[in-house]
Nanobody, 115 residues
């Protein structure tokens, strides 16, 4: 069983920045890819970014380079640095860890971009 715990969400003004963290409780963290997803009210959950165990990254096209995913394998933590935030970035952000048998999700952290 893998537990994922997100943190770092909150209220931020448009144009501001936030960094989300997701810590995983798994021994073999380095072998797993990790991802960040988000779900806005009334919308489907969508991909934000993914990162492999060796650091290769992939981003949703709509982000225009504003977000950066990274990981610290020693701390078993994945990060999402979000810059130039817009009101449309408001959502619950989830991290996930896909394995061959199951995909694990965190409980989510709320990000609200508003003046």
């Amino acid at each position: 069983q893998v537990h994922l715990v997100e943190s770092g969400g909150g209220l931020v003004q448009p144009g501001g920045s936030l960094t989300l963290s997701c810590e995983a409780s798994t021994t073999f963290f380095i072998i797993y890819p990790m991802g960040w997803y988000r779900q806005a009210p009334g919308q489907q959950r969508e991909l934000v970014a993914t990162i492999t165990g060796t650091g290769s990254t992939n981003y949703a096209n709509s982000l225009s380079g504003r977000f950066t995913i990274s990981r610290d394998n020693a701390k078993k933590t994945v990060y999402l640095q979000m810059n130039s935030l817009k009101p449309e970035d408001t959502a619950v952000y989830y991290c996930n860890l896909p394995t061959q048998s199951k995909t694990y999700w965190g409980q989510g952290t709320q990000v609200t971009v508003s003046s």
